[in-house]
């Protein structure tokens, strides 16, 4: 199956920079607080983080106490910037697709990945393989965008009224899985949606415990704050899960 | 908390008992397949059907070897239907709301519900009470409308093209948990919507692992024979869930 790295892609590449220098964003808001209260207690974990990137995450689980972390990513210039910039005597950064974790040789205590997973066409293999790196008592946790999120295939993503205020999101397609091809920076970034039931699924039959969920929303706070992310409460960017192997 | 009895409502009685004459409708294609399919061999199994309404599947569980069903409903008229036209020996009917199970003198093997969940608006209070009425190993199967129905509150479902035909389905307030009102017969039916992640969790923290998810939708047999149900492509309209008590 394909193996997708836009990241390596200049003009993409550029791009993503430039909205990750901003302080206020949905992954800042929503995805990232909803991924770290899904972590137990690191200390003296052994992490593996799938599509690391810049590696702040892999930073971060060393601060909070993880003996060692593997950051894997596809792309050399996501690593480049995880080596100059979040770099430590514990962390490891490969430059590995995840469809090839099977060939790690080591067993992790946690396996996080943070909005990747909606980029890689075999999410089953990638699960059995997390699976499998998995010690016993291991969890699985990560973010992805929600299947409300990655449904879309053409046409507008809302209803607006003749003010341009957003109505109602647009749902097509929710019931077919499969590959979505949606312009961010560059034409043609390929996706995989996935229905909420096959994602459970997915994970059930590769040996999974479902643990939790998250679809985190902005709350009265942020919305006083940020009025935009108003229209979040219409459809959840994303979904979280933890899943542990019993 | 409050529990509503619609169907003993007259008007809304003899409207649902005219979609229910139809041979064809989204329950019978959709629904009841994929809940027959979650359960296991029912050979010597004892059952609880939750919202019952006119017991057609609890017959349907004794013909497949259940030793005995009980069916509770709220509602008097729907449990005179199910007296009338699907008794028999080893079935019977109760008049209580499923918010009281707790009152049930008895462990079952399997818990049934067939469409009757979103109109409770205490899911936590009942998942545990199924819970703690299930045998070790025993099953929580049902049906409910699917979050993506359930969502709506204001406004048009579905964003059409000038000639009446369905685009998309319109989402609002998918992240809010709570009542809805809506006209389906009569005004004001009353459904609680609750997310993915609501329903998984309430589901997970009473207890319950979670074993498979269904969101049926039409097979190309299904879309050649009545194309109308090809809109259903774009929103589910059922959620299944099979959740075990290990």
């Given at each position: 199956m394909s193996k997708q790295n836009i990241y390596d892609n200049e003009v993409f590449f550029n791009g993503y920079q430039k909205i990750r220098?901003?302080?206020?964003n949905a992954n800042i808001l929503f995805e990232k607080p909803a991924l770290f209260s899904l972590l137990?207690?690191?200390?003296?974990k052994s992490i593996l983080d799938l599509g690391c990137g810049y590696g702040e995450n892999c930073k971060e689980f060393i601060k909070m106490g993880a003996s060692n972390v593997t950051g894997i990513d596809i792309s050399v210039k996501m690593l480049e910037i995880a080596q100059k910039e979040n770099s430590a005597l514990n962390i490891k950064y490969l430059n590995i697709p995840m469809e090839d974790i099977n060939n790690l040789n080591k067993k992790y205590d946690v396996i996080v990945s943070s909005l990747a997973l909606h980029y890689v066409q075999d999410f089953e293999g990638v699960c059995k393989n997390v699976y499998n790196l998995l010690q016993k008592n291991g969890l699985f946790i990560f973010s992805q965008e929600n299947p409300l999120n990655t449904c879309f295939t053409t046409g507008e993503r809302w209803t607006r009224d003749?003010?341009?205020?957003?109505l109602y999101a647009n749902i097509s397609n929710y019931s077919v899985d499969g590959k979505r091809c949606s312009k961010w920076f560059?034409?043609?970034v390929i996706k995989y949606h996935r229905t909420f039931s096959s994602i459970m699924n997915t994970l059930i039959n590769s040996g999974f415990t479902i643990e939790k969920l998250l679809e985190p929303y902005p709350t009265e706070e942020i919305i006083q704050k940020y009025?935009?992310?108003?229209?979040?409460m219409h459809k959840p960017d994303f979904l979280l899960i933890k899943a542990a192997k019993k």
């Open positions: 220098e901003n302080k206020v137990p207690d690191l200390k003296d003749e003010n341009g205020k957003k560059v034409e043609d009025p935009d992310y108003k229209d979040n």
